[in-house]
């Protein structure tokens, strides 16, 4: 396994935190911020603590854990503890947790004194192998999903994984789904290799080739303009289902399980719109109804969901914009979708 | 007069409200919004109404006046508008506005959505010759300047002579400021130019000789890393004295006032470190205060203003960095000015 290389930015695998404090050793910085919650300053931060030593001219910036967290009230706290700390353009913030800590870190620095420095430490598997790389930031309004952010690269990326051991098998399990669509979008052989993986823990391999996926669509396309929509596959209608469950359900779905319904609904989609086969659109609904507990998607919230999709920044004109697939391991761009459309796919979901 | 290329935008200053109307017909945008204050909306959006016709498919956002208003609160504000007029990511956002309204416009428009088009139509002569040109955005936080931003440009700059005319003449000679620190640090030609000028309202060629010389240095340096910080001469003191007054004034200072104020104790500096002649000092001073009125900077200040100064987001490690001058017309970056320096130039305003 090897470091791989993004826009200008390297990927650490292999002693990775030992690598960090490298990176901070030799960065020049006038000081660093550690960025955690609850969860990643008890469990992940003692590792960085150790290779640290002595060296410990860094302040921490400790935030609830949770996606409804990731507002701009948190925000605004970071902005003013790195301002009372006063931290200037030669800091760097090191994001130690899930999406939320990198998303959310990220958008501060990429904005605090109009950029400063950095660097994701993703401790979930959601977060290494998606939320950490691709240079996308950004905090939630109104609970409107990452409505608000930048395109700004970290200056490194630092995955670890044994932080992934003492995760929960459902936080393990919301990775799983973001891995699941790299191979249904671009890599069928890859989506065979998962049919035939232990997906409760899934090996460093696994990983490391998700990330590489990831990371040739968005070195590609970094703001989004063509091939890096195939991430979308799923998560236009995952992203609704996501949003309308943190705003009702008292235990909100994890981003993976939204996501895993997304594909189901969009597969069925590409089965309706874009030639996908029928032997196809069973097997994905097999294999990924296998992993998820079924949710109860009420038809009476059906107009709602559709309302929230409109939002939806991927969307233009006031329509609906998906990416489907043409078979496993083959993505199409581009598909407006009406509404009736995405209905049916929602009550072929609550029919399954 | 011409118009001005800059960094992928250009600035246009005749007919200006006619090119930005077929900026708008030709851009193929969705849909447009104008930010307002309830000056422009009442003196200066008339003539845009009137230009676009029956062409209304935009939504009107008004903030109030006043740099206190630059805010993260109105920003939000700002946000929530576009998503509940459901701007997509081919809205274009049209600033029409002194400097808070273009820095918080660009600030939201640039950050929503990861990013949608902004332009400006300043209506002040300091965001003319300053704000609007060079793609900083930004707010306050805790009353620090610009503390929140990005660097992002816009499509393009619409500047119109007319605007100024019926603005009071305090407010034009906030913009003046700027254009004298435009002769002081790189141009001694437009310096005797504007000393020989009517400054109460100054003419279209002056202005367009400022933006012409602004716009230079940020093409070169879009980023700030070297000759951009030629423009803070007079910022290190002036943004001091201004966030000062802004928290304790019934009736703040305008920016152009505290950045007098800030040329004159930096213009000091110079004279104590980097070679600026007596009478050059002498001749800054004599200009600048026959121009505005003295302003009663209180000793017992100093503390509170140096502390302001070391958080200002120009300064590293601690230190508090200064733009200097050898000469009229000839700056020096990169200067650390400590405590005692700077609180004797403070002395030396409040000693005239």
Chains 1, 2 share one sequence.
Request: negative net charge; aromatic residues 8%.
């Amino acid at each position: 396994m090897k470091t791989i290389q993004s826009d200008n930015y390297p990927i650490f695998f292999e002693n990775s935190i030992a690598e960090l404090v490298n990176f901070i050793k030799n960065g020049n910085y006038s000081r660093f911020f550690i960025l955690t919650d609850e969860n990643t300053g008890a469990h992940c931060l003692p590792a960085i603590k150790a290779e640290l030593g002595d060296d410990d001219n860094y302040d921490l910036i400790e935030i609830p854990a949770g996606e409804e967290n990731k507002d701009i009230d948190y925000c605004i706290g970071i902005w003013r503890t790195l301002i009372d700390f006063a931290a200037d353009r030669k800091s760097l913030v090191v994001n130690l947790g899930g999406g939320v800590i990198s998303d959310m870190g990220g958008f501060a620095a990429s904005t605090y004194k109009r950029g400063i420095d950095f660097v994701h430490v993703p401790t979930t598997l959601l977060s290494q192998v998606d939320a950490s790389v691709g240079g996308k930031t950004g905090i939630d309004i109104n609970s409107i999903k990452n409505i608000i952010g930048t395109f700004t690269q970290p200056k490194a990326v630092f995955i670890n994984y044994n932080f992934l051991k003492t995760l929960p098998a459902r936080q393990i399990l919301s990775g799983t789904a973001e891995m699941l669509k790299h191979g249904l979008i671009v890599d069928a052989a890859y989506w065979e290799r998962l049919k035939a993986s232990d997906l409760s823990l899934p090996d460093e391999e696994l990983i490391y080739w998700s990330v590489e996926i990831k990371n040739k669509v968005v070195v590609e396309d970094p703001t989004e303009k063509g091939i890096r929509k195939a991430l979308n596959f799923g998560h236009t209608v995952g992203h609704a289902v996501e949003t309308n469950s943190l705003i009702n359900d008292s235990d909100p779905l994890t981003h993976g399980e939204a996501i895993a319904i997304g594909m189901i609904c969009e597969a069925y989609l590409s089965y309706k719109k874009t030639g996908l086969k029928k032997e196809e659109l069973d097997e994905i609904v097999a294999v990924i109804g296998g992993l998820y507990p079924k949710y109860p998607l009420a038809t009476a919230n059906f107009v709602t969901l559709c309302e929230i999709m409109l939002k939806d920044k991927k969307n233009q004109n006031g329509k609906i914009n998906c990416t489907l697939l043409e078979s496993i391991g083959k993505c199409t761009l581009d598909h407006i979708c009406t509404d009736a459309e995405l209905c049916e796919s929602l009550a072929f979901y609550a029919s399954l």
